[in-house]
């Protein structure tokens, strides 16, 4: 069983950049894959990115990708998302996921990006 916290999430203004943190107790973490999820008020979750377990790839939606940075420290079992050049759009309450199948969810951030 793995236990997923997610912080660092806030207002920012637009343009703004922010690094959301996750951190992971209770299992495997350098074993897994893990990525990050966002919902918005009113839709659906969606997947942001992901890396592997040894951290040598990332994947990207393609509405982050150039903006956003997904790394990891399986040293202190902490992931990360940088997010930089944020848009009112990215605003949502981002999740951390990993496990087989993504199973294993945090109870989420909420980034605000608005001026």
């Known amino acids: 069983q793995v236990q997923l916290v997610e912080s660092g999430g806030e207002l920012v203004q637009p343009g703004g950049s922010l690094r959301l943190s996750c951190a992971a107790s209770?299992?495997?973490?350098?074993?897994?894959?893990v990525g990050w999820f966002r919902q918005a008020p009113g839709r659906e979750r969606n997947f942001v990115g992901a890396?592997?377990?040894?951290?040598?790839?990332?994947y990207f939606a393609a509405s982050v990708k150039g903006r956003f940075t997904i790394s990891r420290d399986n040293a202190k079992n902490t992931l990360y998302l940088q997010m930089s050049s944020l848009k009112p759009e990215d605003t949502a309450v981002y999740y951390c996921?990993?496990?087989?199948?993504?199973?294993?969810w945090g109870q989420g951030t909420q980034v605000t990006v608005s001026s």
């Open positions: 890396i592997t377990d040894d951290g040598t790839k990332t």
């Open positions: 209770g299992g495997s973490f350098s074993t897994y894959a």
């Open positions: 996921v990993t496990g087989v199948g993504y199973g294993y």
